[in-house]
């Protein structure tokens, strides 16, 4: 049955469920950021009266979340001793979040009626121009949130994947800023600007405050980026959608359960059937 989350998304201001100059005038600004510098966000994509019961929607389920901790460097691999120790590959940062799985949202509440409202993923795609275009089997992780608290955020990385999209739900008291040095390893690793990133010298770093409601499609391989560290004891949920290139993906077992901390039988009985991209 067709459904429009109009008392969530505010589709007033982006009409995105119907095709006309509105949707295409959308569409074209935002092809136009991404290819600019590989962000784009649409601010006020929810109504403000939508924000609430987000927030009360996730309050409710955090106690679900997986927490997990790790040290990493941008690139998300093993320490190398043989390179120089200021070597942007050997530095690395605490890391501490807590993702509530997908499976912990009713299929009427607020967040999934988002995802499900008529049009959302092909606007989606549409902003994107990918091709191969579906939302991620995983029952865990197609839609989840990204909660963090007081402490380090999510420090500087390269994406593993093509692009994210996310949702700002809720900001921490203080930090938490989105900064991104857009196309800083386009042709070479420039492993030079990296380190000036990492060591706060960079001019290329550019800040965006991200405000509940706002949504942003990011293309992270390519642009080193970091949500900043957060200040105060209001927690920062973050809702983040999966999109893969094949219809039937769910993730392999190990990365399932080092995400969410569990899988379900499904991963099981996938396991070793295919390739496996990695999503985080
Ligand atoms: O939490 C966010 O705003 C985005 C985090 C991020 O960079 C990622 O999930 O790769
Ligand atoms: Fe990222």
Same mark, same amino acid.
């Given at each position: 049955?067709?459904?429009?989350?109009?008392d969530?998304?505010?589709?007033?201001?982006?009409?995105?469920?119907?095709?006309?100059? /509105?949707?295409?005038?959308?569409?074209?600004?935002?092809?136009?950021?991404?290819?600019?510098?590989?962000?784009?966000?649409?601010?006020?994509?929810?109504?403000?009266?939508?924000?609430?019961?987000?927030?009360?929607?996730?309050?409710?389920?955090?106690?679900r979340?997986?927490?997990?901790?790790?040290?990493?460097?941008?690139?998300?691999?093993?320490?190398?001793?043989?390179?120089?120790?200021?070597?942007?590959?050997?530095?690395?940062?605490?890391?501490?979040?807590?993702?509530?799985?997908?499976?912990?949202?009713?299929?009427?509440?607020?967040?999934?009626?988002?995802?499900?409202?008529?049009?959302?993923?092909?606007?989606?795609?549409?902003?994107l121009?990918?091709?191969?275009? %579906?939302?991620?089997?995983?029952?865990?992780?197609?839609?989840?949130?990204?909660? /963090?608290?007081?402490?380090?955020?999510?420090?500087?990385? %390269?994406?593993?994947?093509?692009?994210?999209?996310?949702?700002?739900?809720?900001?921490?008291?203080?930090?938490?800023?989105?900064?991104? /040095?857009?196309?800083?390893?386009?042709?070479?690793?420039?492993?030079?600007?990296?380190?000036?990133?990492?060591?706060?010298?960079?001019?290329?770093?550019?800040?965006?405050?991200?405000?509940?409601?706002?949504?942003?499609? %990011?293309?992270?391989r390519?642009?080193?980026?970091?949500?900043?560290?957060?200040k105060?004891?209001r927690?920062?949920?973050? /809702?983040?959608?999966?999109?893969?290139?094949?219809?039937?993906?769910?993730?392999?077992?190990?990365?399932?359960?080092?995400?969410?901390?569990?899988?379900?039988?499904?991963?099981?009985?996938?396991?070793?059937?295919?390739?496996?991209?990695?999503?985080?």
């Amino acid at each position: 049955m067709p459904h429009v989350a109009n008392d969530l998304i505010d589709l007033d201001r982006y009409p995105i469920h119907e095709d006309g100059p /509105a949707r295409a005038a959308l569409l074209e600004r935002v092809r136009q950021e991404l290819a600019k510098d590989g962000c784009a966000v649409i601010k006020g994509f929810l109504r403000p009266e939508a924000i609430g019961p987000l927030v009360r929607e996730a309050d409710s389920v955090a106690h679900r979340g997986h927490r997990s901790f790790s040290r990493t460097n941008p690139y998300f691999t093993a320490d190398d001793p043989t390179l120089p120790t200021d070597d942007p590959r050997r530095q690395f940062f605490d890391r501490s979040n807590s993702f509530i799985a997908a499976d912990c949202f009713e299929k009427d509440g607020p967040l999934r009626r988002i995802h499900d409202s008529d049009g959302f993923d092909a606007f989606i795609q549409a902003c994107l121009q990918e091709t191969a275009f %579906f939302r991620y089997a995983n029952p865990l992780a197609d839609v989840i949130v990204n909660m /963090a608290e007081e402490g380090n955020g999510f420090p500087w990385h %390269f994406d593993t994947n093509n692009f994210t999209v996310t949702l700002a739900l809720q900001n921490s008291e203080s930090g938490g800023a989105f900064e991104y /040095a857009p196309g800083i390893r386009e042709d070479h690793e420039n492993f030079e600007e990296v380190r000036k990133v990492l060591d706060g010298t960079s001019d290329q770093v550019t800040i965006l405050e991200l405000e509940p409601g706002d949504l942003q499609l %990011f293309r992270g391989r390519y642009s080193l980026h970091r949500v900043a560290p957060l200040k105060g004891k209001r927690r920062r949920y973050v /809702a983040i959608f999966s999109y893969v290139e094949k219809p039937d993906m769910v993730g392999a077992p190990e990365r399932t359960r080092q995400l969410y901390g569990r899988v379900l039988p499904v991963h099981l009985e996938r396991a070793g059937l295919r390739g496996d991209t990695l999503l985080d």
